[in-house]
């Protein structure tokens, strides 16, 4: 059994040098721990699993067996992005599963955000179980757990772990950034040559836009919020501010307002903007975005974004509000 405990003393991985210390140790060590078999690993292109898969990749080549689940509550593009520098850059063996009509028919009608995280959660280990079975000789799974995640949780992993797999499932676990913390695993991410918007990449709820798509999901909704948060982002990286703000993304109520399009009165939904900065997500602070972002990003939604009549900019901070709105 490897230690779960960092050991005092261990340096703080800091710098490239070190990052690239930490890699060639580790490529020896799983090597040397898997030797010619098989792993598996639920990639969803968050910074932890990301970094496990390079990681991997690196030391074990296809004997990887990496499974990306698109449950349709992905931002726009991440799924494409996944495939892009996995599978066509780093050569990764790299199962896609498009799974968007499972989910969302799943999701159909359900309006509480527990039960929603439930429907989700229980449905992407159904996913992963199904692929799993397809593998032969897999023995052991890789997990992107790290060190946060062990002292918060006891070494279960709090997110969007995989677990609950069924017992004939079990596998040997593999967890090399399980001494790290979240910027040591952002070092190592950059050595290992993943782009920038992997590495740095803002947290994003495990059951994704699915929280944001409020109440009940529904495609039309969450084309907009999809659209809307694409634009978002744009006009923040145009802005330069997208290193600069902890948290940002858009929200889109089961609500309708009216409006007037065309000469015509509408009844369509409003867009709300979250933004926050923060140091541990326990408490937060709105920023104060500058006036001509927030008309740009308006204008655009209101013409680029079916079904939008309206935007707003919410200013609570943590507490009362919490981040996300579900
Ligand atoms: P709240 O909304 O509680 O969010 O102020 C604090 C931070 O946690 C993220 N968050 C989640 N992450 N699964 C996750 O993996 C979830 O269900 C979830 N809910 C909130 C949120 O984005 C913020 O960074």
């Keep these: 059994m490897e230690s779960n405990k960092r050991p005092d003393g261990m340096a703080r991985i800091n710098t490239p040098e070190l990052a690239q210390a930490f890699i060639d140790e580790q490529v020896a ?50 799924s494409e992005q996944v ?21 969302l028919t799943r999701l159909e009608g359900v309006s509480d955000p527990e039960q929603k995280r439930k429907v989700i959660g229980a449905e992407f280990i159904r996913v992963f179980e199904e692929e799993a079975r397809k593998q032969e000789g897999i023995e052991f799974l890789a997990q992107g757990t790290i060190y946060p995640d062990i002292v918060e949780s006891h070494g279960v992993k709090a997110h969007h772990n995989v677990g609950g797999l069924p017992d004939d499932l079990k596998f040997d676990l593999v967890e090399p950034l399980r001494l790290l913390y979240k910027d040591e695993v952002r070092q190592v991410g950059a050595a290992l040559g993943l782009p920038d918007s992997m590495v740095y990449r803002q947290p994003f709820p495990g059951p994704g836009l699915g929280v944001r798509c409020l109440g009940a999901i529904t495609r039309d909704r969450l084309n907009a919020l999809r659209e809307s948060d694409a634009i978002l982002r744009e006009e923040f990286d145009r802005a330069g501010l997208t290193s600069r703000v902890w948290q940002f993304f858009t929200v889109v109520p089961d609500m309708r307002s009216t409006g007037v399009r065309g000469g015509a009165r509408v009844f369509d939904w409003p867009v709300i903007i979250r933004a926050v900065n923060t140091v541990d997500a326990m408490t ?43």
Excluded at 49 to 77: D, P
């Design 83 to 103: 495939v892009e520098v996995f599978r066509n850059q780093l050569g990764a063996n790299l199962i896609y599963v498009d799974a968007v009509d499972r989910f």
């Design 29 to 78: 060590a799983l090597r040397a721990q898997v030797g010619d078999r098989k792993v598996l690993l639920a990639l969803s292109g968050g910074v932890d699993s990301s970094v496990v898969a390079a990681l991997l990749i690196r030391a074990i080549g296809k004997q990887l067996v990496c499974v990306h689940v698109n449950h349709g509550l992905m931002r726009k593009g991440e």
């Design 284 to 326: 937060a602070t709105v920023p104060e975005l500058p006036w001509a972002l927030l008309h740009r990003v308006t204008d655009r939604v209101l013409s680029e974004v079916p079904g939008v009549c309206r935007v707003l900019y919410d200013l609570s901070p943590k507490p009362v509000g919490t981040i996300e709105w579900e």
